[in-house]
């Protein structure tokens, strides 16, 4: 019998937002040209037993609880609002960081095969984290981490409801660096060469979320954070406003705003910089970065982190 491939271009990736915790989502799907790696988990169970040999039996090595990872990466548009929402927890704009334990945050995401519309899809996905970053000349891009609850190989054609793929997949028109418009560290510079952006969410342990269970029974998460770089031409007046203020108690403000025709996000951020690059003395044109980890105050009167929509 002969073997019967798959090409890796022949794909194409969509998600949708759960409205029941691992229950596969229904309508509402988004589709993003962008490369998705879904992987299983499957931890093993070390079962010791005094066998009278020095070598391990098949009984003492047995099949534990399964889960499941999605990685997606891709060039970053407007259309990548829904990855924003599954990040911060937060579907409106603006969004922020949360201070609680959300509601609804959980995500369906599905690649379906271009050859025989069969689908591989993975449910209950919460964002880990995602990376937003931009370079000189270059494409902004991102990358996302999802921890999902089971994976599903091969289903029929159809079988996710509500969702249906176009003739044609979709067009998205991505951020361009050489669009960005930025105002960082505190407004004292704004032509920069680069920036990222890194938000990272953690969740409870395994224990707690399969409790006895196969399949996790929800997932917790315990905290939320963000850290935001950014590097320009060293200014020798204006580069003593970041090395002033490593650490200072003042938040600093640092806002990127990306556009794509007349959509975009504007990226708002504050926070304390953590450290501060000296240019590079073997380099012919000196270049400055600094690393701030974003915060809050007590109040809100400063957030840590807005996404707004444009």
């Known amino acids: 019998m002969a073997t019967v491939t798959r090409i890796g271009n022949n794909y ?16 509402s799907w988004t589709e993003l040209p962008d490369a998705c790696d879904m992987s299983a988990v499957v931890n093993s169970l070390e079962v010791n037993s005094k066998t009278g040999t020095l070598y391990k039996h098949a009984m003492e090595v047995q099949k534990g609880t399964e889960t499941a990872t999605v990685a997606m990466t891709g060039n970053f548009s407007p259309d990548h609002s829904i990855l924003l929402d599954a990040v911060t927890f937060d579907d409106a704009s603006p969004r922020v960081l949360q201070a609680s334990q959300p509601d609804l945050y959980s995500y369906t995401v599905a690649i379906v095969y271009t050859d025989d519309e069969k689908v591989d899809y ?5 964002a880990e984290s995602m990376t937003i970053n931009g370079s000189s000349g270059e494409v902004v891009q991102y990358s996302t981490a999802l921890r999902g609850n089971t994976i599903t190989r091969e289903a029929i054609s159809g079988s996710m409801d509500g969702l249906v793929m176009a003739a044609c997949p979709t067009n998205v028109d991505p951020f361009l660096f050489a669009d960005v418009t930025a105002s960082v560290v505190d407004a004292s510079f704004t032509a920069i060469n680069d920036f ?43 580069d003593d406003d970041a090395y002033d203020n490593i650490l200072a108690d003042t938040l600093i403000n640092n806002t990127i705003t990306l556009m794509s025709g007349a959509e975009g996000f504007v990226i708002a951020t504050e926070g304390k910089i953590t450290n501060y690059s000296r240019p590079d003395v073997d380099e012919g044109l000196f270049v400055s970065a600094v690393d701030v980890t974003l915060l809050t105050n007590c109040d809100g009167a400063e957030a840590a982190l807005t996404i707004t929509d444009v």
């Open 12 to 27: 194409r990736t969509f998600i949708a937002k759960e409205y029941e915790y691992n229950t596969a989502a229904t309508a």
């Open 122 to 126: 993975v449910t209950g996905c919460t």
């Open 196 to 238: 990222e952006l890194a938000i990272t969410n953690t969740f409870q342990s395994d224990k707690e979320v399969y409790q006895n269970s196969w399949t996790k029974n929800l997932e917790a998460v315990t905290s939320v954070g963000a850290e935001f770089k950014v590097g320009w031409n060293y200014d020798r007046t204006l």
